[in-house]
């Protein structure tokens, strides 16, 4: 899963990078890497008793919602995308900040 979860990040970042030159082939990227990105953290699962660790296990199924409606807009053209992105980018920092020192915690 932590190769798939990787490519899936790499071709979010190549739509980013992409979008600036070719409008047409970036959505695709964006679309495949937030479809990748969104099943690889619906497949993770935590049946600890942490209970930090599973809230922040169920805000990461969130995120990939983010991307997938960043995805969204980025095929209905325009910078609409962008805010999700930065949302999911965000959320994305606090909680591999999050299970970073949870499991320093168990």
């Given at each position: ?26 959505p ?52 609409d ?24 915690e168990?």
């Amino acid at each position: 899963m932590k190769i798939l979860e990787r490519i899936a990040y790499l071709l979010i970042l190549a739509a980013v990078v992409v979008w600036m030159f070719s409008r047409t082939i970036a959505p695709w990227l964006m679309g495949v890497g937030a479809l990748g990105v969104l099943a690889t953290h619906l497949a993770q699962r935590y049946d600890g008793k942490n209970l930090r660790r599973r809230r922040i296990i169920r805000l990461r199924w969130l995120l990939g919602l983010f991307y997938c409606v960043s995805a969204y807009f980025m095929f209905k053209g325009g910078m609409d995308w962008l805010p999700f992105l930065c949302i999911a980018v965000v959320i994305e920092l606090y909680t591999l900040f999050v299970i970073s020192k949870t499991e320093t915690e168990d």
